[in-house]
């Protein structure tokens, strides 16, 4: 592998000469410059950076970014980059994913790639439903939903993205939304420093299957009064006029929104990104209702634990350290070892 | 006193008795020792998939079989001449295996009336005379362990468990065994309890010194070592020399090794193998599932790794999508299928060869792969090197297609000199290759190879995109040009048939053989030893045994023609015999059988005599 050239690099750098084939007006656009806009300030060269996707129109994303990238099969992404990141621990690898090849068909390689917590930044772009396949459900569309698939409603309910992320031991999550590249790029950053697999959900919205999926959260009357923009260290208020508050209930589990004149200022809970105990993350995952009010955005958790990279390469390398032979010798020792016998 | 010693050329003994009562671990023993006296050998050991199925009962009978002889053998042997019965179970379920005339050795004590009702023994058939046909020892094999440990420090029930110690010096006895590989062998296995050790070394002496006591057996058996090539050797199982092939392949490339694998019977004995190996640099990722396990190791073999998975036939048809991105993306990819008998769960500790089909054509699309099957245990060890040759240098996904009869068998290896092993070294695309000197071409091929290049990432100036969607040539941008897609495929296609493998051998002593038996995988011991019979018999007969299975050697046609008739014994129901049919246009004879065992070298004598008497 040649050594990094100390150029920088600008957004230009990391598009590639592919013809982009999203929907006009699709939130990929967005993220996708977005992230071309962000890649620069890694100071990682484009040659050490992999894009893994699976399938659906999010897992196209890989074609457009001028590095090094891999468009594989459906929900397999995670396992396919696992096997990448952890043979090769120099590599910056990105998984890029959807709800459906996420969730659904890919939900098993996804928790385990957390629960690992290999060495991967993991983007999936939610915009609860099928748009490759042209408009059914997905796991995360909501009960009652009308699609092509389920005419009178889908009988199915939906998972919590990051409710299932923490519940799968992930060390990093976020969330953020499409059209705001300011906070998008706030958290792929915090990810991207983050040792371990960094799960980040990103409301994206799809124009022609599901538009306006999340409107409340962009639209300048709603925004403020629905979005939790979530600061370290900072109390978590949030409404037009910081009328709202995130408070522990006495006596319950969880957290709950409150008006903030009615509470005392030391009751509103300090949001901590790095509390162990994953209980915290997961209440805040809970916060938002149906209609979307009270959706937490930022990141959620972000604790330390070892890689599963570090922890294999470790191995490896006490292993390789004991080593004093050439491998040819160490073979020929290997092939003789037990009990052998010589016929003359 | 002293015993009459008389000498044979060839013995086959099955160790049988209980899950729980070691009788693997005796047969190993008893091969180890066996090895160590330079006799030829092969072992089947043959088990149930429970762990401990209800003691004393049929289904948890587990037993061993070793053929060992004075001359080169080619199978396990077709019936014990010797049986050990821990039980009654064990009796009742090898009995019908027996010739008349065959010594079994029974442990007396297990013969209670609760153990022989369990099986359905109305009288012990030790006291009737059912068992007249044969030559009974009867042995009180665990009340003479236990009274022979009856100083040692160890509870009751440890000092039972060393029956299998007792019987196992019994046999190295009568056989005249050198034993000492067994007491290093007892002491390595119990280092961290040393009374365990002495009372396992006690056990073992307690029946030799039996043997040599009791009137009971009045001969000893020796069978002199076999005339073998002079080297250094050392008795090896399938999945063992599979795995040392796979670090050989590693070693001989310079590529780290990636190994993604799901526990698998009967394949994870290659997983357990390579976990130990890392100081060779190879990874192994234990994958959440079949399909990660393949995706993780096509990972790692497109950032430069040589990326292996291992399974059995379930997990096969799991990966199945995978493989086809890998023929899609032209990456090196291994991956070893330990056939058991199918379909679904099937008989997982039983062998069978019906994979065949899935590995020849069980993708979507047109997805050819290279198939190749190793013929006995230490050729696993070779078989996995070529495949990892043709995957590395094809950029190709290779099926390995073992199965559970060569992966837990066991036969003398003469070992290798290292340096004779195939080079194996690869070359990563390190600069572009199109016209301007500036663009890269991902999918420009060697033209001799056919093999695209292989640009890893961290190579600066190599940055591309690859995926499953349908590549241009050359450039490896997205098409669904109707034309490209028509050269793709044939290119594919061409990629695999115009690997060059060697050409099919044929082994005919007599130069005039009219009919010719093809087979593939492990039914070479069982054929050769079949011709070999019906040769001694004064007929004569043609073998070959194909190795490579895709693509097919290319005298493979003209071989066949030149025979008046093609017989094909396979443990499926002729899938091999259905490819040549539609490839040669012969007209094979199909010979099948799917019992989860190996062929008898005796059925399969018989069948072709009843072939070559219709020539």
Request: with cysteine.
């Amino acid at each position: 592998m040649s050594e990094p050239v100390a150029v920088k690099l600008t957004a230009k750098d990391f598009k590639s000469d592919q013809e982009v084939r999203w929907c006009p007006g699709c939130g990929d656009y967005a993220i996708l410059a977005a992230i071309q806009q962000f890649m620069p300030e890694l100071n990682i060269p484009r040659e050490r950076t992999v894009f893994v996707s699976g399938i659906g129109c999010s897992s196209r994303f890989p074609y457009y970014m001028n590095t090094y990238g891999m468009h594989s099969i459906h929900g397999r992404a995670p396992a396919i980059a696992t096997g990448l990141s952890v043979s090769r621990p120099d590599l910056s690898v990105w998984v890029v994913t959807g709800d459906g090849d996420a969730l659904s068909i890919g939900g098993n390689h996804l928790i385990h790639a957390l629960r690992r917590n290999v060495n991967l930044k993991i983007l999936l772009f939610n915009n609860r439903i099928y748009g490759l396949t042209k408009g059914q459900y997905s796991p995360t569309s909501e009960v009652g939903k009308v699609t092509k698939s389920t005419p009178a409603g889908s009988a199915d309910a939906p998972f919590n993205p990051l409710s299932l992320a923490l519940g799968a031991e992930a060390s990093f999550v976020g969330r953020t939304i499409d059209s705001d590249r300011k906070h998008l790029q706030s958290v792929l950053r915090a990810a991207a420093e983050h040792e371990g697999s960094a799960f980040v959900e990103i409301y994206q919205n799809c124009n022609i299957f599901n538009d306006g999926a999340f409107e409340q959260l962009k639209d300048p009357s709603t925004r403020d009064d629905y979005l939790i923009r979530l600061e370290h260290g900072q109390p978590i208020t949030f409404g037009a006029d910081g009328q709202f508050c995130v408070v522990h209930p006495p006596g319950g589990f969880g957290l709950e929104v409150r008006d903030t004149n009615s509470v005392r200022p030391e009751e509103i809970v300090v949001h901590d990104a790095t509390v162990t105990d994953p209980a915290y993350a997961f209440a805040l995952s809970r916060l938002p209702g149906l209609d979307l009010r009270n959706t937490p955005i930022g990141v959620f958790r972000s604790v330390d634990r070892p890689s599963y990279d570090s922890v294999v390469q470790a191995q490896l390398a006490a292993a390789k350290a004991k080593v004093t032979e050439t491998p040819e010798q160490q073979l020929a020792g290997l092939l003789g070892s037990g009990d052998t016998w010589t016929i003359i | 006193m002293t015993k009459q010693i008389r000498q044979l050329d060839r013995v086959v003994i099955r160790f049988a008795g209980d899950s729980g009562d070691g009788m693997q671990l005796t047969g190993d023993r008893f091969t180890s020792e066996t090895a160590q006296l330079g006799n030829d050998i092969s072992t089947l050991p043959n088990f149930p998939a429970e762990i401990r199925a209800p003691a004393g009962t049929l289904p948890g009978v587990s037993s061993f079989q070793v053929h060992f002889a004075d001359y080169d053998i080619l199978t396990p042997g077709d019936a014990p001449n010797v049986l050990v019965a821990m039980n009654p179970a064990a009796l009742k379920a090898n009995l019908a295996d027996l010739p008349r005339g065959a010594d079994i050795i029974v442990n007396t004590d297990e013969f209670t009336k609760r153990n022989l009702a369990k099986v359905g023994y109305q009288a012990s058939p030790l006291d009737d005379d059912s068992l007249a046909g044969y030559v009974v020892h009867p042995v009180a094999l665990t009340s003479m362990t236990v009274g022979a440990l009856a100083a040692h420090q160890v509870s009751k029930k440890d000092a039972e468990r060393s029956k299998n110690m007792f019987a196992l010096g019994l046999l190295s006895w009568m056989y005249s065994r050198p034993y000492e590989s067994t007491l290093r062998f007892l002491e390595r296995k119990f280092a961290a309890r040393p009374e365990l050790v002495a009372a396992n070394v006690a056990a073992f002496k307690a029946g030799w010194n039996f043997g040599e006591t009791t009137e009971d057996f009045g001969v000893r058996y020796e069978v002199k070592p076999a005339k073998m090539k002079p080297g250094t050797y050392r008795n090896i199982t399938g999945n063992a020399a599979l795995s040392l092939g796979l670090v050989a392949a590693g070693v001989r490339s310079g590529l780290p090794v990636f190994l993604g694998a799901y526990p698998i019977t009967p394949a994870s004995d290659i997983l357990h193998e390579l976990s130990k190996h890392k100081r060779f640099g190879v990874l192994t990722v234990q994958a959440e599932d079949e399909i990660a396990a393949v995706g993780a190791a096509l990972g790692a073999s497109y950032g430069g790794s040589l990326g292996v998975t291992t399974t059995s036939g379930p997990g096969v048809a799991l990966k199945s999508e995978t493989i086809s991105l890998a023929v899609a993306l032209e990456l090196p990819l291994v991956i070893v299928d330990v056939q058991r008998a199918g379909p679904s769960t099937g008989m997982p500790t039983k062998t069978e060869q019906a994979d065949l089909n899935m590995a020849l054509y069980g993708r979507h699309g047109e997805a050819p792969v290279a198939v190749i099957a190793p013929r006995s245990p230490s050729d696993c060890f070779f078989a996995a090197l070529e495949a990892a040759r043709i995957a590395l240098t094809y950029r190709t996904p290779v099926i390995l297609l073992s199965d559970n009869y060569v992966a837990n068998g066991s036969e003398p290896w003469l070992l290798p000199d290292v340096e004779s092993l195939p080079d194996l070294r690869v070359e990563f695309a390190t600069k572009p290759n199109g016209e301007d000197g500036t663009t890269f071409l991902p999918y420009l091929r060697d033209p001799e190879t056919l093999a695209r290049p292989w640009a890893i990432p961290g190579t600066a100036g190599l940055e591309h995109r690859i995926g499953g969607l349908e590549k241009a040539d050359k450039t490896g941008d997205i098409s669904y040009d109707p034309a490209n897609h028509d050269f793709m495929v044939r290119t594919r296609a061409a990629r695999i048939e115009t690997i060059p493998v060697p050409d099919i051998e044929v082994e005919d002593p007599d130069g005039d053989a009219r009919v010719l038996v093809l087979g593939w995988g492990s039914t070479y011991g069982p054929i050769g030893a079949a011709c070999r019979g019906v040769r001694q018999r004064g007929l004569s007969i043609a073998q070959a045994h194909l190795r490579h299975l895709a693509p097919m050697p290319a005298n493979l046609g003209e071989v066949l023609r030149s025979y008046d008739k093609v017989v094909i014994p396979e443990m499926n129901l002729g899938q091999l015999a259905h490819v040549i049919r539609a490839r040669y246009l012969v007209d094979a004879i199909s010979y099948n059988q799917v019992r989860g065992l190996p062929f008898t070298a005796a059925e399969l004598e018989t069948t072709l005599e009843e072939v070559l008497k219709n020539v």
